[in-house]
Nanobody, 115 residues
Framework: QVQLVESGGGLVQPGGSLRLSCAAS????????SGWYRQAPGKERELVAR???????YYSDSVKGRFTISRDNARNAVYLQMNSLKPEDTAVYYC?????????WGLGTQVTVSS
């Protein structure tokens, strides 16, 4: 059973940066896309960034220009570089991988932006 494990979350001041990592414990067959979602308290989970197997990227309007998604196929990993963080970026961030046979989710990593 392949698992996704996120890391890199934590507490950061407004304007700061964090880099989230997501590593798969094994190979995932036929990856179509990988992405990062987030869920703030009392809100629905939302898509933050997504990268396809062809390296096309999507960013939500709220993070465009501040966040960058990337992937390393050799390491079965996907990353989210987050710059110029704002208090409204505070949430649990989840890694998502769309395989050909199923969708995989990580357990999430907490990001808190506060002074």
């Amino acid at each position: 059973q392949v698992q996704l494990v996120e890391s890199g979350g934590g507490l950061v001041q407004p304007g700061g940066s964090l880099r989230l990592s997501c590593a798969a414990s094994g190979s995932i067959f036929g990856i179509n896309a990988s992405g990062w979602y987030r869920q703030a308290p009392g809100k629905e989970r939302e898509l933050v960034a997504r990268i396809t197997s062809g390296d096309s990227t999507y960013y939500s309007d709220s993070v465009k220009g501040r966040f960058t998604i990337s992937r390393d196929n050799a390491r079965n990993a996907v990353y989210l570089q987050m710059n110029s963080l704002k208090p409204e970026d505070t949430a649990v961030y989840y890694c998502n991988v769309e395989g050909r046979l199923r969708v995989y989710w990580g357990l999430g990593t907490q990001v808190t932006v506060s002074s």
